[in-house]
Antibody
Framework: EVQLVESGGGLVKPGSSLKLSCVAS????????MHWIRQAPKKGLEWIAL????????YYADSVKGRFTISRDNSKNTLYLEMNSLRSEDTAMYYC????????WGQGVMVTVSS | DIMMTQSPLSVAVTPGESASISCRSS???????????LSWYLQRPEKSPQLLIY???NLASGVSDRFSGSGSGTDFTLKISKVETEDVGIYYC?????????FGSGTKLEIK
């Protein structure tokens, strides 16, 4: 059974940093690209980052480019999202999702940026 | 960026009736390889989204055949036949043709 479990969320102040993790199981993690997608409270879904299976390519939404970094450790079956210079508009539920097609999603982890 | 426009914003359906949701893209989602990269997702209340349909009309594993997709190029439709209470939630289309991947704004399905 495929499972994606996010962690690392919380309440932080504007300008702070936070690192999210997503532990994968039930499939060959090292063979698949992975995504981060977020959803602000009562809002729609926003794709924010993609990393290829071998980390050879990374892509970001303009809203997070230069502040967020996606990475992975295939030896630990873990995907990461390092978030710097956090803003109030980054407040959202953050989901990791498997490529292709977002065919599996995690349960999400909440990040709240507030003073 | 490719803009995805969904309509209606919400739809209320009597159980057993059908519902249709439209999605339009600002650019053709047909790749040179012949595949059209358009998928549909359902987010039930307080749940993570789940894949329903990919490449316009291919049903994801385990998804009821009451769901069907159609369309081409820039115009796509998700049809839900014989709506059940478990179909309640927000439906999103998304394009996978190019980054940034973009979602429609969502269509909320409610039961009358």
């Amino acid at each position: 059974e495929v499972q994606l479990v996010e962690s690392g969320g919380g309440l932080v102040k504007p300008g702070s940093s936070l690192k999210l993790s997503c532990v994968a199981s039930g499939f060959t993690f090292s063979s698949y690209g992975m995504h981060w997608i977020r959803q602000a409270p009562k809002k729609g879904l926003e794709w924010i980052a993609l990393i290829y299976y071998d980390s050879s390519n990374k892509y970001y939404a303009d809203s997070v480019k230069g502040r967020f970094t996606i990475s992975r450790d295939n030896s630990k079956n873990t995907l990461y999202l390092e978030m710097n210079s956090l803003r109030s508009e980054d407040t959202a539920m953050y989901y990791c999702a498997k490529d292709p097609l977002f065919d599996y999603w995690g349960q999400g982890v909440m990040v709240t940026v507030s003073s | 960026d490719i803009m995805m426009t969904q309509s209606p914003l919400s739809v209320a359906v009597t159980p057993g009736e059908s519902a249709s949701i439209s999605c339009r893209s600002s650019k053709s989602l047909l790749h040179s390889n012949g595949i059209t990269y358009l998928s549909w997702y359902l987010q039930r209340p307080e749940k993570s989204p789940q894949l329903l349909i990919y490449q316009i009309s291919n049903l994801a594993s385990g998804v009821s055949d009451r769901f069907s997709g159609s369309g081409s190029g820039t115009d796509f439709t998700l049809k839900i036949s014989k709506v059940e209470t478990e179909d309640v939630g927000i439906y999103y289309c998304v394009q996978f043709l190019e980054v940034p991947l973009t979602f429609g704004s969502g269509t909320k399905l409610e039961i009358k």
